[in-house]
Nanobody, 127 residues
Framework: QVQLVESGGGLVQAGGSLRLSCAAS????????MGWFRQAPGKEREFVAA????????YYADSVRDRFTLSRDNAKNAVYLQMNSLKPEDTAVYYC????????????????????WGQGTQVTVSS
């Protein structure tokens, strides 16, 4: 069982930066692939970024590539989403997700591939 708690959301002007954190419980965090998704009002939840646990390779949605950076610290049971050059269209509730992956070789970009979710943190970007 893994519990996830996001933090770091807030209100920022366009062009600004925020760093989201996701703290995970559980002793085997290093065996979990992690992902971030977001959901804007009236829209479906969409993939943002994913990270493998082995090698910490990352994968991003086209809409955030080169602006967002996902990293993880297995010793601290945490993942971080650094968001730069924020745009009003980045406004959404951001969710952290986890799923066990013993091989550590895969990214997961579909929301139904994840087993555990945080409660979400609001990010609002003003124009």
């Amino acid at each position: 069982q893994v519990q996830l708690v996001e933090s770091g959301g807030g209100l920022v002007q366009a062009g600004g930066s925020l760093r989201l954190s996701c703290a995970a419980s559980g002793r085997t965090f290093s065996s979990y692939a992690m992902g971030w998704f977001r959901q804007a009002p009236g829209k479906e939840r969409e993939f943002v970024a994913a990270i493998r646990w082995r090698g910490a390779n990352t994968y991003y949605a086209d809409s955030v590539r080169d602006r967002f950076t996902l990293s993880r610290d297995n010793a601290k049971n945490a993942v971080y989403l650094q968001m730069n050059s924020l745009k009003p269209e980045d406004t959404a509730v951001y969710y952290c997700a986890a799923r066990r992956d013993e091989a550590g070789l895969y990214y997961f970009i579909q929301s139904d591939e994840y087993d555990y979710w945080g409660q979400g943190t609001q990010v609002t970007v003003s124009s």
